[in-house]
């Protein structure tokens, strides 16, 4: 059995339906679609069981409830600024300005779908960049992959550092 980004928002959108603590409009199809892209490890375009299962955990963990800390239903930037920090992604303030200016309505303001979103998304472009890191590091005779992957672990970290202004 696999499931489509359509289906996938069916189910989706079913469950949180039910949720009183969370303020969302549903999933949007494009959420869905990231989602999709983002587990999908055969390329087929659809979620395997254990893909699914994968995605359900990462959706199931807590990083939104725990940090709307006036259970609002929705996020202010600083909560999502402590949200994402709990979910490992070490950004900048020009970066959560840019992200709360992208994914928050007017009021700054950030819904679950949005939040997802924007996590899958981070969580997609960081794969991205470790892996092309890696791989140049590679290719230009780092040693073997699993050197390259240290050295990039490295430069992510160096990296970071440099945009927190640590």
């Not at 549903?26 to 699914?52: A, Q, Y």
């Not at 725990?66 to 259970?71: I, L, Q, R, S, V």
Request: proline share 1%; charged share 25%; with cysteine.
């Amino acid at each position: 059995m696999e499931i489509s980004a359509t289906e996938l928002q069916t189910i989706f959108n079913k469950i949180v339906a039910k949720r009183t603590d969370i303020k969302t409009d549903g999933f949007s199809m494009e959420t869905c679609r990231v989602m999709v892209n983002l587990m999908d490890e055969s390329g087929n375009g659809k979620l395997g069981l254990s893909e699914f299962a994968t995605l359900w955990k990462k959706i199931q963990k807590e990083f939104y409830k725990k940090n709307d800390m006036d259970g609002s239903g929705c996020m202010s930037t600083p909560e999502m600024r402590m949200a994402l920090k709990e979910a490992g992604f070490s950004l900048n303030d020009c970066i959560h300005q840019i992200l709360a200016a992208r994914y928050g309505d007017a009021d700054m303001k950030i819904d679950f779908d949005n939040f997802v979103s924007c996590v899958m998304r981070l969580e997609m472009m960081f794969r991205i960049v470790a892996q092309i890191s890696a791989n140049r590091l590679q290719a230009e005779g780092v040693g073997s992959f699993e050197q390259a992957l240290h050295f990039q672990n490295q430069i992510l970290s160096l990296r970071r550092s440099v945009l927190e202004g640590g």
